[in-house]
């Protein structure tokens, strides 16, 4: 586990995940609702509510704010960058989207975690985090 001192020089701003896992996820949710309608069969709106819910989670957005960190959206947290640590490093997109496998995992003092998922951030995104807490990028 890494534990670090966060570098200010890497992170300052507004972070938004992948827009393109947004668009599919809305395009996806659609062709779900026709489909259902077209076919009259209600069921098929519960996979269009499971697209409709990824599509809810890339709404969200990460704001970094000198050593702390708050996402906002489905699963708010607030993270303090001085004590953080790299918890689990994630794995392959499809792995953690498909399989339930863990994603990068970044735990405080106080025990706040952030969860970046790589379906849904991009990967320099990922690494200037874990740059900022002291880790090493490519474990």
């Known amino acids: 586990m890494a534990h670090g001192s966060a570098s200010a020089a890497v992170l300052t701003g507004e972070y938004r995940p992948n ?35 990824v599509w809810l989670q890339c709404r969200q957005r990460i704001v970094v704010e000198g050593q702390t960190v708050y996402r906002v959206g489905l699963r708010p947290t607030i993270l303090d960058l001085a004590t ?36 849904l951030w991009d990967a320099p995104t990922r690494a200037a985090f874990v740059e900022a807490i002291g880790g090493d990028p490519h474990s």
């Open 19 to 53: 827009s393109s896992t947004a668009t599919w996820a809305l395009a996806v949710t659609t062709g779900w609702i026709v489909l259902a309608f077209g076919l009259h069969d209600y069921g098929l709106l519960f996979p269009g509510a499971m697209c409709f819910t």
């Open 84 to 119: 953080a640590e790299v918890v689990a490093t994630g794995g392959r997109w499809w792995h953690e989207l498909f399989f339930l496998g863990r994603s990068l995992q970044l735990r405080d003092a106080d025990g706040h975690r952030l969860y970046l998922e790589s379906w």
